[in-house]
C-alpha cells in the first residue's frame, strides 16, 4: 500500500518572530494539526505551486507487515476490532486494512499508527524502518494517528496513542519500547470505574490521538451510539510521565459543577457527548478546546429533555486544571447526530482594527463558528453567507452550498484578517490566499469573506 502526504498553506496567525527552537519545531510536524492550535500549516518552501506538477515518488514503505498474505486477507482493522469488543469476527475479504493516520516528522522520524496493530518509526528520507512496535492487546491503535512529548530533562521524548480497547500507550521514541515508569508496562487502562458507570468496557477507547500540553496528555473517548446507558465521554488529563490521572472534565455536569440542570431527567449514566474527534491547544493562554459530540443515543430525545450541555458544543477549560472556562452550544437537544469532531482552529484575526484571538469550528452541517477564544462569545463581526450574499451574524458563517467567489465582505470584517479554508466536516485547513480575502470551501465549492 503506497501513501502520501502533503501539506499546503500559509500561516494566519499574525504573531511577533518566533525564536530558533520554536522556528526548528515549525518545520516539523510534531502533532495532527502540525501545531496545538490545529492550523494544518508548513512553513517549508521548497514544494510551490510553479513545481508541485515535477513531484514524483521518492520511496514508498508498506503499511502491512511482511509476511502477511496478499490476497484473500482478513480485514485486520475490523478483525481487531471486533475481537477488542467481544463481537463476533467479520467475514474475511481480499482488501487492505483501512488507515485515516496523519505522521508526525520529528527530528528526521516520522512517527505513524498502521491498521495492523503496530507503531511503526522510519527514516523520513529514505523510508526505511525504524523500529516497529506491536500493541500487545488486541484494539487497535488509534487509527488517525498519535502524539509527541518532547520529556522534561529527566525523561526521553514519548509518543502517545490510545488504542481501541481503551489503554492509553507511551512509548520511547528512540526505540519504540514501552515507556518506563509510566502506568503498567508503559500502559495506562483508560476503562476505570469512573467513566464506564457500570457498562460493559467493551464500548471505550480512542480513535484519534491525544493532546499534550507541558507534562499532560489529555485524552478523548470513542463510546458507544446505542444504547444511551454507558461509558462517559469525559476529557482527562494524565502525567506523562507516570501516566497518573491529573483531571477530569465531566461531559456531563454533575450537581454543583457549571451548567448542571440542563438534563430534566435522562442524564445519569448518559453515554455519548464525547470528544471522539481532536483537541487543540492555546498553549500561551493554558487553554484546552474541546469539541463535543451528541448524545446517545443521537437520534431520540424524548428521555433527555432540555439543552443536553455539554453535547453539541465547544468547551474551553483550563489545560492545567479541567477548570471550565466557558462553552458554545452549537446546537441544542442534538437529535441529527450533530457531533463537533473537526479541529478547533486557533487565528488571530483583524476586526475594526484590532486583533482578535479567535476559535472557529465547523459543523457537520457546514456552518463555521467563530468565537473570541479567551471569552467564548462572537463579538468578532463574522456572518453568514446566505444564498451568495453576505448577511450581519456575530456568530456563525455558512459554509455550505455556496459559489465559487459568490460572497461579499460584510461589514466589521476586515478582510485581510481571515485567512483560512474550511473543509466543513473533518478539519479546517489553512492555504494561501493571495487577494487578502477569507475563503471558506466545502467539497470544492468556495466563498469569501
Known amino acids: 500500500m503506497k501513501y502520501g502526504w502533503l501539506a499546503l498553506g500559509t500561516a494566519m496567525l499574525v504573531a511577533p518572530a518566533m525564536a530558533q527552537a520554536d522556528r526548528d519545531a515549525a518545520r516539523e510536524w510534531r502533532t495532527y494539526g502540525h501545531d496545538k492550535g490545529g492550523q ?9 505551486p510553479a513545481n508541485a506538477a515535477r513531484l514524483a515518488p521518492a520511496w514508498t514503505w508498506h503499511m502491512r507487515p511482511p509476511g502477511d498474505p496478499a490476497a484473500p486477507a482478513a480485514d485486520a482493522n475490523a478483525e481487531r476490532q471486533a475481537q477488542a469488543e467481544g463481537l463476533a469476527a467479520p467475514r474475511r475479504r481480499a482488501r487492505f486494512a483501512a488507515s485515516q493516520v496523519t505522521p508526525l516528522v520529528v527530528d528526521g522520524r516520522m512517527y505513524l499508527t498502521t491498521p495492523y496493530g503496530r507503531v511503526v518509526a522510519l527514516d523520513a528520507a529514505s523510508g526505511r524502518e525504524l523500529w516497529a512496535t506491536p500493541i500487545p492487546t ?6 488517525r494517528g498519535l502524539e509527541y512529548w518532547p520529556g522534561d530533562g529527566e525523561h526521553g521524548p514519548r509518543l502517545f496513542l490510545g ?17 518506563a515508569g509510566f502506568g503498567q508496562q508503559g500502559m495506562v487502562e483508560l476503562k476505570t470505574p469512573e467513566v464506564l ?18 507534562n499532560l496528555v489529555i485524552t478523548g473517548s470513542a463510546v458507544q451510539e446505542f444504547p444511551d446507558k454507558g461509558a462517559a465521554g469525559d476529557v482527562r488529563a494524565w502525567d506523562a510521565r507516570t501516566g497518573q490521572l491529573v483531571w477530569t472534565f465531566h461531559s456531563v455536569p454533575r450537581p454543583g459543577e457549571p451548567n448542571h440542570g440542563t438534563w430534566s431527567g435522562g442524564e445519569a449514566q448518559r453515554s455519548g457527548v464525547n470528544v471522539w ?15 463535543f459530540a451528541a448524545p446517545s443515543w443521537d437520534r431520540y430525545g424524548g428521555d433527555r429533555k432540555g439543552d443536553n450541555l455539554y453535547s453539541g458544543s465547544l468547551v474551553a477549560a483550563d489545560a492545567r486544571t479541567g477548570k471550565y472556562l466557558w462553552h458554545f452550544q452549537v446546537i441544542r437537544h442534538d ?9 478547533p482552529l486557533l487565528l488571530d484575526m483583524q476586526v475594526k482594527g484590532r486583533t482578535v484571538p479567535a476559535v472557529a469550528v465547523v459543523s457537520k452541517n457546514a456552518l463555521l463558528f467563530v468565537l473570541d477564544r479567551a471569552r467564548g462569545d462572537g463579538a468578532l463581526g463574522a456572518g453568514v453567507v446566505v444564498g451568495g450574499r453576505y448577511r450581519h451574524d456575530p456568530l456563525a458563517v455558512a459554509v455550505g452550498g455556496l459559489e465559487d467567489g459568490a460572497g461579499d465582505v460584510g461589514p466589521g470584517l476586515d478582510g485581510a484578517g481571515a485567512r483560512a479554508v474550511v473543509g466543513a466536516v473533518w478539519s479546517l485547513r489553512v492555504q494561501n490566499v493571495e487577494d487578502g480575502l477569507g475563503h471558506v470551501a466545502r467539497e470544492g465549492q468556495a466563498a469569501q469573506l
Not at 494544518?40 to 510551490?48: E, W
Not at 488504542?163 to 515507556?179: E, I, K, P, S
Open 40 to 48: 494544518r500549516h508548513s512553513p517549508l518552501t521548497q514544494i510551490t
Open 138 to 143: 488486541a484494539g487497535q491503535p488509534s487509527i
Open 163 to 179: 488504542t481501541r480497547d481503551g489503554l492509553l500507550v507511551a512509548l520511547d521514541a528512540q526505540t519504540g519500547a514501552f515507556a
Open 197 to 214: 458507570n457500570g457498562a460493559s468496557p467493551r464500548f471505550y477507547g480512542m480513535t484519534s490521538p491525544p493532546i499534550v500540553f507541558e
Open 277 to 291: 474527534g481532536f483537541l487543540t491547544l492555546d498553549a500561551a493562554r493554558g487553554i484546552v478546546y474541546m469539541p
Open 335 to 343: 437529535i441529527w447526530d450533530n457531533d463537533l469532531q473537526a479541529p
